[in-house]
């Protein structure tokens, strides 16, 4: 059956709506019944007739990359689980979307849970866990409703709980309401969470969450999109599925656009089938009246700006091109090789209005807000970047700051348990790198000469 929209909602031409199809669906809701009734659950029934190993070989065919942010293929992740492991297995689904630009996962929990739930319950079976859990940001209170609401009725049609479909295989799934921390984005923090502890991230090795994860037993941590990819792989077969998008970057994802553009919101496309221009210019409806791109964040707050003006050389050999920031193509593969990364899908449009300045100290602000304290150089440097990203804004830092600034950065990036490190560093390190002219002239002059007096008059009275 076609699916027809709410106004205004219609999907762009170049999308291919597989995972939001029924998101801003007209006549939708997040029922049982109309979830059955296209078909919903079938993938689970047909999937509980499969040896495990054979879906996840079907993952693995597919090339599905995580859709959270590091881009890892999540069967080779499934892969990692020991062998003759005794231990219970557990999967926990990470809700906790808390990348600035980033608005996919909600849209799905709130209008299309069934499908998560599903795709979760066909992940439980092929990894052996009868346990799982659905760790969701505590902003989110309607959508953990929702969810509630959803796992019942799954329950109570035989989706869930003993002995499903007849089939010998166990699975319950619970909510666990998270505490408001972007760090619980990061998987062994979230872990530390879920176990009612403060979420510290842990160190990896030895506590790789396939080896190591939730008390200490094998655990697969997969975020909301990748999980609900698995029941259209399934549906399709990972060989078919492996078809859409590009080499090593297969299937569709979600874009999520905000910022500078007139026409912000989600787009789900194949992984590559549209460039930054196409992105901007036509599903975007282009940038607001009389204004010029200044740069782009491709990944959410975390991944490093592309500079308008930039020309980026990609591929070796024979296959290198020049690309500018318009004829990128929106895949994992390429945005890395100009430098930055796919991550979470947050698309932040920056354009001639804004002050490079003030871009940076609002990133810089969430940051060292955010910060679990754990290791010194993020605990201490996210607060310092953001004290010196103040006083250039209020024109209160002298032209060496932005070189203080750098060092700072520099001296996080790498130095941390966790990856939260290079989240709060990555952003001053490519600003700097991109715009330091401009972040410069944000500064006073007159406050170097004042310092380097006051530096020689101390100096002075030093030598007398």
């Given at each position: 059956?076609?699916?027809?929209?709410?106004?205004?909602?219609?999907?762009?031409?170049?999308?291919?709506?597989?995972?939001?199809?029924?998101?801003?669906?007209?006549?939708?809701?997040?029922?049982?019944?109309?979830?059955?009734?296209?078909?919903?659950?079938?993938?689970?029934?047909?999937?509980?007739?499969?040896?495990?190993?054979?879906?996840?070989?079907?993952?693995?065919?597919?090339?599905?990359?995580?859709?959270?942010?590091?881009?890892?293929?999540?069967?080779?992740?499934?892969?990692?689980?020991?062998?003759?492991?005794?231990?219970?297995?557990?999967?926990?689904?990470?809700?906790?979307?808390?990348?600035?630009?980033?608005?996919?996962?909600?849209?799905?929990?709130?209008?299309?849970?069934?499908?998560?739930?599903?795709?979760?319950?066909?992940?439980?079976?092929?990894?052996?866990?009868?346990?799982?859990?659905?760790?969701?940001?505590?902003?989110?209170?309607?959508?953990?409703?929702?969810?509630?609401?959803?796992?019942?009725?799954?329950?109570?049609?035989?989706?869930?709980?003993?002995?499903?479909?007849?089939?010998?295989?166990?699975?319950?799934?619970?909510?666990?309401?998270?505490?408001?921390?972007?760090?619980?984005?990061?998987?062994?923090?979230?872990?530390?969470?879920?176990?009612?502890?403060?979420?510290?991230?842990?160190?990896?090795?030895?506590?790789?969450?396939?080896?190591?994860?939730?008390?200490?037993?094998?655990?697969?941590?997969?975020?909301?999109?990748?999980?609900?990819?698995?029941?259209?792989?399934?549906?399709?077969?990972?060989?078919?599925?492996?078809?859409?998008?590009?080499?090593?970057?297969?299937?569709?994802?979600?874009?999520?656009?905000?910022?500078?553009?007139?026409?912000?919101?989600?787009?789900?496309?194949?992984?590559?089938?549209?460039?930054?221009?196409?992105?901007?210019?036509?599903?975007?409806?282009?940038l607001k009246e009389g204004r010029s791109l200044k740069a782009v964040i491709?990944?959410?707050?975390?991944?490093?700006?592309?500079?308008?003006?930039?020309?980026?050389?990609?591929?070796?050999?024979?296959?290198?091109?020049?690309?500018?920031?318009?004829?990128?193509?929106?895949?994992?593969?390429?945005?890395?090789?100009?430098?930055?990364?796919?991550?979470?899908?947050?698309?932040?449009?920056?354009?001639?209005?804004?002050?490079?300045?003030?871009?940076?100290?609002?990133?810089?602000?969430?940051?060292?807000?955010?910060?679990?304290?754990?290791?010194?150089?993020?605990?201490?440097?996210?607060?310092?970047?953001?004290?010196?990203?103040?006083?250039?804004?209020?024109?209160?830092?002298?032209?060496?700051?932005?070189?203080?600034?750098?060092?700072?950065?520099?001296?996080?990036?790498?130095?941390?348990?966790?990856?939260?490190?290079?989240?709060?560093?990555?952003?001053?390190?490519?600003?700097?790198?991109?715009?330091?002219?401009?972040?410069?002239?944000?500064?006073?002059?007159?406050?170097?000469?004042?310092?380097?007096?006051?530096?020689?008059?101390?100096?002075?009275?030093?030598?007398?």
């Amino acid at each position: 059956m076609s699916a027809i929209y709410k106004e205004g909602k219609e999907p762009h031409p170049k999308e291919r709506r597989i995972v939001f199809k029924n998101v801003d669906r007209d006549g939708w809701d997040t029922s049982i019944a109309m979830y059955e009734s296209e078909g919903g659950y079938d993938q689970l029934k047909k999937a509980l007739g499969m040896e495990p190993g054979a879906i996840t070989d079907e993952v693995k065919q597919a090339g599905l990359r995580g859709r959270g942010g590091a881009g890892f293929p999540a069967g080779v992740k499934w892969g990692f689980l020991p062998p003759n492991n005794e231990k219970p297995v557990y999967l926990i689904c990470n809700a906790d979307e808390s990348e600035p630009g980033t608005f996919k996962d909600r849209y799905i929990i709130h209008q299309d849970p069934h499908q998560l739930i599903e795709g979760m319950a066909i992940a439980c079976f092929a990894v052996g866990a009868n346990l799982a859990y659905i760790y969701i940001r505590e902003e989110f209170p309607e959508g953990a409703q929702i969810l509630e609401k959803a796992i019942e009725e799954a329950h109570k049609k035989g989706y869930l709980g003993k002995n499903i479909q007849g089939s010998g295989f166990d699975l319950e799934i619970y909510v666990h309401r998270g505490a408001g921390a972007y760090i619980c984005g990061e998987e062994t923090g979230l872990i530390e969470s879920l176990e009612g502890k403060r979420p510290y991230p842990r160190i990896k090795p030895p506590y790789f969450p396939a080896a190591m994860g939730l008390y200490l037993c094998p655990t697969i941590v997969n975020n909301v999109e990748t999980l609900c990819h698995v029941k259209h792989i399934l549906e399709v077969g990972g060989e078919e599925w492996s078809k859409i998008g590009k080499p090593n970057n297969t299937g569709t994802r979600i874009l999520c656009v905000s910022g500078d553009v007139k026409k912000p919101g989600y787009y789900e496309v194949e992984v590559g089938s549209v460039t930054m221009g196409e992105l901007i210019n036509d599903l975007c409806g282009g940038l607001k009246e009389g204004r010029s791109l200044k740069a782009v964040i491709p990944g959410g707050s975390s991944a490093k700006v592309l500079r308008a003006d930039e020309v980026f050389t990609v591929g070796r050999g024979d296959d290198t091109r020049d690309l500018t920031i318009w004829d990128i193509p929106m895949d994992f593969d390429t945005l890395a090789a100009c430098g930055s990364m796919a991550g979470s899908g947050g698309v932040i449009v920056i354009d001639d209005s804004r002050s490079i300045s003030w871009v940076l100290n609002n990133i810089n602000n969430f940051y060292a807000h955010e910060s679990c304290g754990q290791c010194t150089p993020c605990r201490e440097g996210s607060l310092w970047m953001k004290k010196i990203t103040d006083r250039v804004v209020a024109g209160k830092a002298s032209p060496s700051d932005i070189d203080t600034l750098d060092s700072v950065a520099r001296n996080i990036d790498g130095r941390t348990i966790c990856a939260f490190g290079e989240a709060c560093s990555w952003p001053t390190e490519s600003f700097i790198d991109k715009f330091r002219d401009e972040l410069v002239s944000d500064t006073n002059p007159e406050l170097e000469e004042k310092l380097l007096n006051a530096e020689s008059i101390t100096a002075a009275a030093n030598l007398g």
